[in-house]
């Protein structure tokens, strides 16, 4: 059963998310400020080989510390995915979110089905479970497939599982320009949405942990889509 922490406020919303994902075949805990998110991450880091927890769902807008500050802090002590909630038409703090590293994100009010797709896609996603993978073209980019390690030219890049995933999709097929619309179904595994810049945040990510590497490694291509050159 996929374990998962849970960072909100408001308590009885938590209390209703968990007992839906309960019902779904996913365990939930919930803690209710960022402070205490951290602390719960820190101990499971602590207290077992690699995290607990498959995911965390966290709320933008928590006592004593926010989620963008919990964001900023993380790489220090879990890769864990992360899913934010954020408020409707809060899109800049969704912008900032996934620029620290957030793999998606969910408006409040949420309806927890859609929770429990988006959850059940990051797990699947950025789960490194061994299985068999088809090999990669070759590259100056190593993407090994099961333990999920990205490396140019030798050097290990720190990279999320979404960005992994987006890099695994582009690799592929190298050279060629991949729509937006197939990354996103793809890799964020929903329909593209205008407006939304989910996919935008995380090549913009991408290209600036391999611009020392080649000064653009990811093009854009107007209108079309985006094309790995590496």
């Not at 992994?164 to 197939?182: I, M, P, T």
């Amino acid at each position: 059963m996929p374990n998962i922490l849970l960072g909100d406020d408001d308590e009885e919303l938590t209390q209703l998310l968990q007992e839906y994902l309960h019902n779904h075949g996913i365990s939930c805990d919930c803690v209710h400020d960022g402070e205490a998110v951290m602390q719960r991450l820190k101990q499971d880091a602590v207290s077992h080989d690699g995290s607990a927890y498959d995911l965390l769902v966290l709320d933008i807008m928590m006592p004593k510390m926010d989620g963008l500050s919990v964001l900023r802090q993380l790489p220090a002590v879990s890769d864990i995915p992360v899913i934010m909630l954020t408020a409707k038409g809060d899109e800049i703090d969704r912008i900032i979110g996934l620029e620290l590293g957030a793999d998606d994100y969910i408006t409040k009010p949420c309806n927890p089905r859609e929770l429990l797709a988006r959850i059940n896609a990051v797990i699947k996603r950025t789960s490194a479970a061994s299985s068999e993978h088809t090999p990669l073209p070759d590259s100056r980019l190593h993407l090994e497939q099961t333990q999920r390690i990205c490396q140019i030219d030798n050097v290990e890049l720190r990279v999320t599982g979404t960005e992994f995933d987006l890099l695994v999709a582009l690799l592929r097929q190298k050279g060629e320009v991949v729509s937006k619309a197939w990354l996103s179904q793809h890799v964020l595994q929903r329909e593209l949405q205008p407006f939304d810049r989910s996919l935008d945040v995380h090549v913009s990510r991408l290209r600036k942990k391999l611009q020392p590497f080649h000064d653009e490694p990811i093009k854009a291509i107007r209108g079309k889509g985006y094309q790995l050159v590496l």
